[in-house]
């Protein structure tokens, strides 16, 4: 599926599928939510990967020759983000470490910091004899995964990278079985932000992780990847990724907000009704946008946004 770059709030994430025979698309939306209800009664890790490949030096302020005042932008994105995963999650601690050093495959813890940590974090990059030569994303995840999660209700989990991951099937061969774990209840949900900086991210490997469940018995119960696209860390919008952390806790169940209409269009006489959720508003929907739709409606009689979906169906 196509996300949409930026949504109309109240709208914090809207995905577009392909077209279908019969020329309508598969629409998938989530809604910014009361944040007090989201975390009621559950914990959350958060957790900040950071690219540590040698490709990432110049993010560090490496390099920058002719700048008077080299610029580390990775610390500042690292403070923000930190900040973010911990307000929007709910966690009091997020834990950081630098991942695709050496061949590409080691990870290197940098410690685990509370709101006030985050703010002042030291991101210098690794050692020296550690920057990575490659980009392998297996041992990153498994550190989300694995380290401690039996202690959360769930895992949230933001990854920098600038590069292509050369391990692409071993880390869909792992997340299906995990997928397939957290569908049984054998394991808590994890949720991954993959953040790509510059121009050397494949961006139609981000979006096949994105949709590595789509055809299988776990499309639509499981999505454990989102991603977005910046050209450099200092170009990071925080709202987007705030909206896009917030989108992947949005369930159903979640309610969070009145009676409201879903309207093909910019909501006019003409305007077909494509859902109607008279008991209030979930903080997740999904619904089928009409062939030649190139817009929708979210109408609750006192708030009205209306959502163009064209850059996606014109890509």
Known sequence: MRKIRKPQKPLADVNV?????????????????NLGKLRDGTSTRAILAID???????????????????????QQAARRLGRILGITSGANEVLMFY?????GSDTSRIGQFDAAG???VEISGPRENQWGT???????????????????DRTIAIIITDGVFEDEKACVEYCLGIGYKINDGNHKPVNFY????????????????????????????????SHGLFNSLADVDDELVTAAIYAELMTEDIMVGPACRILSGDGGKASEVLCDFSGG???????????????????????????????????
Do not use: H
């Open 17 to 33: 599928g392909e077209r279908e025979a019969d020329g309508t698309r598969k629409v998938v939306a989530c809604f910014w939510p």
């Open 52 to 74: 540590g490949s040698s490709s990432m030096q110049m993010e560090y302020g490496f390099g920058q020759i002719l700048v008077a005042q080299p610029v580390n932008y990775v």
């Open 99 to 103: 991942w695709a050093l050496g061949d």
């Open 118 to 120: 985050c703010e002042n």
């Open 134 to 152: 490659g980009t392998r994303l297996l041992n990153a995840l498994k550190v989300c995964i694995e380290s401690d999660y039996s202690t959360s």
């Open 194 to 225: 993959l953040l790509g900086v510059g121009n050397n991210v494949d961006k139609e490997q981000l979006q096949r992780l994105d949709d590595m469940f789509i055809g299988t018995d776990l499309d639509g119960k499981i999505d454990l990847f």
């Open 281 to 315: 508003l979930p903080g997740k929907i999904e619904f089928r946008l009409p062939d030649g739709a190139r817009s929708f409606t979210v109408d609750s009689g006192s708030v009205r946004a209306t959502q163009d979906v064209s850059e996606v169906i014109d890509s």
